[in-house]
């Protein structure tokens, strides 16, 4: 069994700098990229950010400049630093991984349950 534990957010001040971390535990043989997704009340999921193994980065645009995904491989943890929060942030963040399983090498989309972030004005 694979699991994603996020931890984080909550209530936050506009122009705040909370930080989300999302650590994967279980029978992970390897994780590949690793990232992060929000889905604001009404509308799609989408990708906020995303990282790779060697550390590679991709930013949707709302949110270049002002957030930092970043991995502790050793730790199977990403992180998400989110700097001069907007209401327009307000979201539910779901941690995503590419998981190897252990003894299937199987290959496994993983997906943490989410966590609230609320932004007030």
């Known amino acids: 069994q694979v699991q994603l534990v996020e931890s984080g957010g909550g209530l936050v001040q506009a122009g705040g700098s909370p930080r989300l971390s999302c650590a994967a535990s279980?029978?992970?043989?390897?994780?590949?990229?690793m990232g992060w997704y929000r889905q604001a009340p009404g509308k799609q999921r989408e990708l906020v950010a995303s990282?790779?193994?060697?550390?590679?980065?991709n930013y949707a645009d709302s949110v270049k400049g002002r957030f930092t995904i970043s991995r502790d491989n050793a730790k199977n943890t990403v992180y998400l630093e989110m700097n001069n929060l907007k209401p327009e942030d307000t979201a539910v963040y779901y941690c995503?991984?590419?998981?190897?399983?252990?003894?299937?090498?199987?290959?496994?989309?993983?997906w943490g349950q989410g966590t609230q972030v609320t932004v007030s004005s």
């Open positions: 995503n991984a590419d998981i190897i399983r252990s003894v299937t090498f199987r290959r496994m989309d993983a």
């Open positions: 279980g029978s992970i043989y390897s994780v590949n990229a």
């Open positions: 990282i790779t193994t060697t550390g590679s980065t």
